[in-house]
């Protein structure tokens, strides 16, 4: 009887635990990859944005990186997210190089 009881406990806390983690995960902010290459990117280019309907947002252009060289990626529109920004694709100066960080979507 108290082997049972004490199993029981044990059994309910390891599915708490259990639970709980599986929260965590899926609330974990997913950190996206940073690229890392010598040069600077040149100065972005300047596009126009056509007209766009309701629930659309403008994710504007970038500069990637493809091994060699640096692509321009257009800029384009996307499906609004609600309760969430863009956050731009940005060019950082790192020591000795310049660091890329990708576009992505964050909860506002």
């Known amino acids: 009887m108290i082997f049972q009881s004490v199993f029981s406990n044990v059994l309910a806390f390891a599915?708490?635990?259990?639970?709980?983690?599986?929260?965590?995960?899926?609330?974990?902010?997913?950190?996206?990859?940073?690229?890392?290459?010598?040069?600077?990117?040149p100065p972005?280019?300047?596009?126009?944005?056509?007209?766009?309907?309701?629930?659309?947002?403008?994710?504007?252009g970038y500069w990637d990186w493809n091994g060699r060289t640096f692509i321009w990626q257009a800029g384009h529109f996307d499906h609004e997210r609600r309760g969430q920004i863009y956050v731009p694709?940005?060019?950082?100066?790192?020591?000795?190089?310049?660091?890329m960080v990708p576009?992505?979507?964050?909860?506002?």
């Open 89 to 99: 694709t940005t060019w950082q100066s790192v020591g000795n190089g310049w660091a």
């Open 103 to 108: 576009g992505h979507w964050v909860a506002q």
């Open 15 to 41: 599915l708490t635990v259990t639970a709980f983690n599986v929260a965590q995960a899926q609330l974990a902010p997913v950190s996206p990859t940073i690229t890392v290459v010598g040069q600077p990117p």
């Open 44 to 60: 972005p280019i300047v596009e126009m944005k056509r007209n766009h309907t309701p629930g659309q947002v403008w994710l504007p």
